[in-house]
């Protein structure tokens, strides 16, 4: 598995992006853009990019089979696949769907590039599973069978080797404590989400609130948005379980403020003593050539 230059990922995220603004400025059709209009479209483009780059740097693999078949023939393989198939759990289900379930389980470490893309099961997967004997399930037989056709996948990626952009986010409150050691900051940050928060006469904001603001402000302290990353709501549920911060009481917006930074703060002590990790594979699929047909500018 080769880790490649971002560059060509760059160039073809670039050009996704802009296929795509172009498709919202001419309503899909063969319609020239103005140069004025293409300039600022780009700009939001690689802005966005560039933040989206600096929180999570992607890395580019070239998946050809050869860590595929390093971890096959490994010491390590034969208990990662006993592991899995305690996990999968296989006795209702054929061999083969039982294989294809561990495939599922192994990661781009392990050389295998993520089954869950429709390209790669087509290709890679489905290929190594044809003319191909199903069999009562056993752990012997399970074993013996899925290393089989591991190695066909190993071939077939050795033969049409896929490129994945790989990228780790690491959430372990570092942004949280740097917002909190800068006052002017945290009361800035405070004020935006509190923006359009409704308030009864007396200017009092219920407390169910709190979990709204903080999905408002979670992208600018490195957290991400609820329901993106489940361990992460897990953390963020234990905190807000704490405060209780559905009793339904209506508090003073400074009394608002303080418990949603202490909210913070007690995020950022769990991350801090228990970071999570969460990686992102994305397999690389080249445009359409027909799309170019769209980057037509006007003077």
């Known amino acids: 598995m080769d880790h490649q230059s971002g560059d060509g990922i760059w160039k073809l995220t670039l050009f996704r992006n802009v296929f795509q603004v172009l498709k919202e400025f001419t309503h899909g059709k063969q319609q020239k853009?103005?140069?004025?209009?293409?300039?600022?479209?780009?700009?939001?483009?690689?802005?966005?990019?560039?933040?989206?780059?600096?929180?999570d740097p992607i890395v580019i693999l070239r998946m050809d089979g050869e860590?595929?078949?390093?971890?096959?023939?490994?010491p390590s393989y034969e208990a990662e696949m006993v592991s899995?198939?305690?996990?999968?759990?296989?006795?209702?289900?054929?061999?083969r769907g039982c294989i294809t379930k561990a495939l599922e389980k192994l990661t781009v470490d392990q050389g295998m590039p993520p089954s869950s893309d429709s390209w790669v099961m087509r290709n890679i997967v489905e290929p190594a599973l044809e003319s191909w004997d199903d069999k009562p399930v056993s752990q012997e037989t399970f074993l013996e069978e899925s290393k089989k056709v591991a190695k066909r996948v190993a071939q077939n990626l050795k033969e049409e080797p896929v490129i994945v952009a790989h990228s780790v986010n690491t959430f372990?409150?570092?942004?949280?404590?740097?917002?909190?050691?800068?006052?002017?900051?945290?009361?800035?940050?405070?004020?935006?989400?509190?923006?359009?928060?409704?308030?009864?006469?007396?200017?009092?904001?219920?407390?169910?609130?709190?979990?709204?603001?903080?999905?408002?402000?979670?992208?600018?302290?490195?957290?991400?948005?609820?329901?993106?990353?489940e361990?992460?709501?897990?953390?963020?549920?234990?905190?807000?379980?704490?405060?209780d911060v559905d009793d339904g009481k209506m508090?003073?917006?400074?009394?608002?403020?303080?418990?949603?930074?202490?909210?913070?703060?007690?995020?950022?002590?769990?991350?801090?003593?228990n970071p999570i990790s969460v990686s992102s594979n994305s397999v690389v699929h080249e445009p359409l050539p027909s799309s170019l047909s769209l980057l037509q500018a006007s003077t």
């Open 33 to 55: 853009v103005s140069k004025t209009g293409l300039k600022e479209a780009l700009s939001d483009i690689l802005l966005g990019m560039a933040a989206g780059l600096k929180r």
């Open 67 to 74: 860590d595929l078949l390093e971890f096959i023939n490994g």
């Open 84 to 95: 899995i198939f305690s996990q999968i759990g296989c006795e209702d289900a054929s061999l």
């Open 172 to 229: 372990d409150g570092s942004g949280i404590k740097r917002l909190l050691s800068n006052k002017f900051e945290l009361d800035k940050l405070l004020n935006v989400g509190l923006e359009n928060v409704p308030k009864d006469r007396n200017g009092k904001i219920s407390k169910e609130y709190l979990r709204v603001v903080l999905d408002v402000v979670a992208p600018s302290v490195g957290l991400p948005q609820v329901g993106a990353v």
């Open 231 to 243: 361990q992460m709501d897990k953390v963020v549920a234990d905190v807000l379980n704490r405060i």
């Open 251 to 273: 508090i003073k917006e400074d009394e608002f403020k303080k418990l949603l930074t202490e909210i913070m703060g007690s995020i950022m002590l769990q991350l801090e003593g």
